[in-house]
């Protein structure tokens, strides 16, 4: 199987969550890929996630709700572990559409909302940080 060359960064698409147009950040040091989430509620045997950002372009308020989804937990860059809802979604590379694990997070701070983890990227896509958004502008 050949593997794409992705950039540092690039736009993608989540469409089962409805969100298009996404900034994403590939990082090879995280395992895990996460995603931006402003609130996430527990109901009985769902999870309620809503997707809003005033700061992250493009994520406008979106509410879903979760059958399936697990607790992980994550080792962040400065050694402490955070226990973390996980979901199954869909994301849009080079117009294909791939199954992706994303933990949810709370990124508001952070310049991108998604990072792209090694779990998703492996035989895949190879990374090659000196280009951007290769899917996207294939996309245009």
């Keep these: 199987m050949t593997k794409k ?13 409805g969100l298009h147009n996404i900034d994403v950040k590939i990082d090879t040091g995280a395992y895990t890929s996460a995603i931006h989430c402003s609130e996430i509620i527990e109901e009985g045997k769902s999870l309620r996630c809503i997707f809003n950002s005033a700061i992250h372009k493009n994520f406008g308020k979106t509410e879903i709700v979760f059958d399936e989804y697990w ?8 050694g402490f572990k955070e226990n973390r809802y996980k979901i199954k979604s869909e994301i849009i590379f080079f117009g294909k559409s791939y199954k992706i694990n ?20 492996k035989r895949k896509f190879l990374v090659d940080v000196d280009v951007e958004n290769v899917s996207y502008n294939l996309k245009k």
Excluded: A, C, Y
Excluded at 71 to 78: A, D, E, G, I, L
């Design 71 to 78: 607790r992980t937990n994550v080792k962040s860059s400065n």
């Design 102 to 121: 994303l933990t949810l997070s709370t990124r508001e701070d952070m310049k991108f909302p998604v990072l792209i983890g090694r779990q998703f990227l």
């Design 5 to 17: 060359i992705v950039g540092r960064i690039d736009i993608v698409d989540f469409p089962k969550l």
